[in-house]
């Protein structure tokens, strides 16, 4: 299955004579088109500085990632008092991985979020500070054997092969949609996501910003489910087949 480049994964890049990764360009986030790494990088001591005065006590809910990088933050930035609140008896939130036995701990179940995406540069940032290691190499679907459970039934993706017949249509359209975009029967065409990512990594934020705008326009509060329906059973789909 197709995914939107530099989204999926988070490799350094070597050029032609190169011995090490080069710096990798950071851009802004397509809901906020704030570029968090250019920040955290001109930020080496801390985000921003607390008065001096008072120095209450500080209470954060919950220790997930937001409340951790909260009460980093604050004690970086000079507050004395920071109090964390976990209802559950760990940290980490939604992320959440245990091994599947005591015997093979480097095989993991991943029983909150399964991955990030490369374009969440604070939190590698916030990954590497800590030294806490990540996979850059998620064992997408067709990359290696995979097996698709759907209706009782097991089908089997073999690695850097074509998906199983059956969900043949639904591959070649979901990548078409990634190349191509998606021109509806009325209104103005979607832009591809892989262009939005090339306007976004280009510093082109107002052609990035309209062309996300108009996804929105058409999907508005609509889940995930209920948008495919709608690029896949109008007029027009990706791919040309319904």
Known sequence: MA???NLRRRKPIITAGETTPAVQPTFGYIDTLFDYGALLAASPDSLGKLPAAGNPTIAIIGAGMSGLVSAYELLRAGAANV???EASGRTGGRAYSVPFTNQAPAFLAELGAMRFPPSEYSLFDYLDRFGIQANSNFPDPGEVLTNLGYQGQTYTWPAQGNPPDMFATVHAGWS????DG???SSGPALLAPV???E???NGQLGAARSAWQAYIDMF???SFYSALQTLFSGANPPGGKP
């Open 3 to 5: 995914f939107i480049p």
């Open 83 to 85: 109090v964390l609140y």
């Open 176 to 179: 078409a949609f990634i190349s």
């Open 182 to 184: 998606f021109t509806p």
């Open 195 to 197: 262009a939005i990512t």
């Open 199 to 201: 306007l976004l990594r």
């Open 220 to 222: 508005g509060n609509q």
